[in-house]
């Protein structure tokens, strides 16, 4: 008998269904072409980590206002979309399933990655003063000050999202992502740190949640709510980011979402067991759980039922066997964050299969 069998057990998210309970974390490498299409590296890199459960994409945007990194992958063209279906063709291959994460960058940006030359948009006109982006000529500059979203303009924004789901539909991807974590754009509305609106999308955390609850119902309307997930940070301070009371602001969120019955939430909560069981508790569903867990630890939090899944970042990184490593109990090797945005094949594609 496996020592992991909750986490190593198929199952299903929504209407996925899943050959194990790990999946491999979106993560941002940097490696997309130079015009947002996925790049061959990239189907290369996925279709190796196959065997996840799920496989989850590198945050993309849904239009080139929503970009903060070079190399970033996007989704606002049928370009894009049929780029993407060769990425979606080399995992199903492999007997693999895969999800692509939306993702807006907001007011984490620079002028010099905004079509216009202009100030990237956020919920408020408040700058993450703490951030500092790698820019197109790869120097550190700080990230720029934002412009607030009017209110008229939100619905578009929320359409964007909506169109690249479209799109994601027809590349074949069997479910779509909604970042909402991290200080991007859609955490920027959810936090009240940044939130400092006073209309219907600011002030109560019931407002703070509506830009999430508008997008997941725009995402879900192409994909299908069984279809569609999201994800979570409460806690975490990136991109200068803070929450005066986090248990009321996700508490809310996530007390509206289940209503939607979507497949999934993903939760990055590593090191809070209270929160994140208070949490479990408001939503009442299962997480997949993000929070630097071991194969030993994730397995307990699926036979607890806090987690439906564990998602796993740098051990698929560094180990695109990672579900054979944990069936056979292998050690797992280290990743060289050295290479971890950097581009190409080097720490990409070169991590070997345990022997």
Known sequence: MSRYPFLLAPGTLGA?????????????????????????LMADHFAQRATAGL???DGTMPTPHGVGYPGTPGLWTDEHAVAWREVVRRVHVEGGRIAL???HCGRISLTA???????????????????????PQGTREPAAEPRALELQEIRGV???????????????????????ANGYLVDQFLRDGVNQRHD????????????????????AKEMGADRTGMRLSPLDPSNDMRDRNPLDTFGTTLRHVAALGLAWTQLAMPGNADLTHRLRDAYARPFILDGKLTASSADEAIRSELACAVSFGTAFIANPDLVARFTHDHPLSDADPDTFFTGGERGYLDYPLHI
């Open 16 to 40: 996925v269904a899943i050959e194990n309970r790990v999946v491999m974390a979106p993560m941002t490498r940097g490696r997309a072409s130079a015009d947002g299409s996925p790049s061959g």
């Open 158 to 180: 929320v359409a964007q999202f909506g169109q690249a789901a479209r799109r994601a539909r027809i590349a074949g991807f069997d479910a779509v992502e909604i970042h909402a």
């Open 101 to 103: 994460q939306l993702l």
């Open 55 to 57: 496989v989850i994409t």
């Open 200 to 219: 219907r999308y600011g002030g109560s955390a019931e407002n703070r949640a509506r830009f999430l609850l508008e997008t997941c119902e725009a995402v």
């Open 113 to 135: 990655f905004q079509p216009d030359g202009g100030p990237p948009v956020s919920s408020s006109q408040v700058p993450a003063a703490t951030v500092r982006l790698l820019s």
